[in-house]
T-cell receptor
Framework: DTAVSQTPKYLVTQMGNDKSIKCEQN?????MYWYKQDSKKFLKIMFS???????INETVPNRFSPKSPDKAHLNLHINSLELGDSAVYFC??????????????FGEGSRLTVL | SQKIEQNSEALNIQEGKTATLTCNYT??????LQWYRQDPGRGPVFLLL?????KEKRKERLKVTFDTTLKQSLFHITASQPADSATYLC????????????FGAGTQVVVTP
């Protein structure tokens, strides 16, 4: 059983289109994240939800809108796609609580290519 | 500004030797430091977490040190194997920034038989 699964794995689309990426975790974790890994391989946090509540919203254009229908799911919708949005988007989860974020469990990534 | 630096050059090492990777940081006071492994086309996988008051942590053939004076962490893979070939990322977290791990760009390790 895949712990953190995201779909689709690959997305190729034209500038200006809207796309969504879905993520599900079966680990029973309270906290889920979206990270973006750019061409230079830096992983940067975009959003975090704890039990369906948005707790982290880094300076991300408002064309990006996360949605968490329940604590096992976190989706990412992107409007009006731009060339610079091309990247690999990773979903992750962590148990939450305690002094540290603790171990992050990552999905396999969704590679978005905007043409 | 806060910076995390990992050696961008790949580390080529012979099987059986010890690989040592560095993670340096500036303008940062992390309370926790983590190391992850990332294979091509895959998501990062957690390896070790070390706290600011811990000097060293071990897990099987892996060892991590954390020197808050030098602002540096060292990551060692002893008795390296070709299966250890991957990119290794360090990630830092401050006490007042729960959930916001800041990642380095990673160092690629290539272990040759």
């Amino acid at each position: 059983d895949t712990a953190v699964s995201q779909t689709p794995k690959y997305l190729v689309t034209q500038m200006g289109n809207d796309k969504s990426i879905k993520c599900e975790q079966n680990l029973g974790h309270d906290t889920m994240y979206w990270y973006k890994q750019d061409s230079k391989k830096f992983l940067k946090i975009m959003f975090s939800y704890n039990n369906k509540e948005l707790i982290i919203n880094e300076t991300v254009p408002n064309r990006f809108s996360p949605k968490s229908p329940d604590k096992a799911h976190l989706n990412l919708h992107i409007n009006s796609l731009e060339l610079g949005d091309s990247a690999v988007y990773f979903c992750a989860s962590s148990p939450g609580g305690g002094g540290s974020t603790g171990e992050l469990f990552f999905g396999e990534g969704s590679r978005l290519t905007v043409l | 500004s806060q910076k995390i630096e990992q050696n961008s050059e790949a580390l080529n090492i012979q099987e059986g030797k010890t690989a040592t990777l560095t993670c340096n940081y500036t303008n940062y006071s992390p309370a926790y430091l983590q190391w992850y492994r990332q294979d091509p086309g895959r998501g990062p996988v957690f390896l070790l977490l070390i706290r600011e008051n811990e000097k060293e942590k071990r897990k099987e053939r892996l060892k991590v040190t954390f020197d808050t004076t030098l602002k540096q962490s060292l990551f060692h893979i002893t008795a390296s194997q070709p299966a250890d070939s991957a990119t290794y990322l360090c990630a830092l977290e401050k006490t007042d920034s729960w959930g916001k791990l800041q990642f380095g760009a990673g160092t690629q390790v290539v272990v040759t038989p």
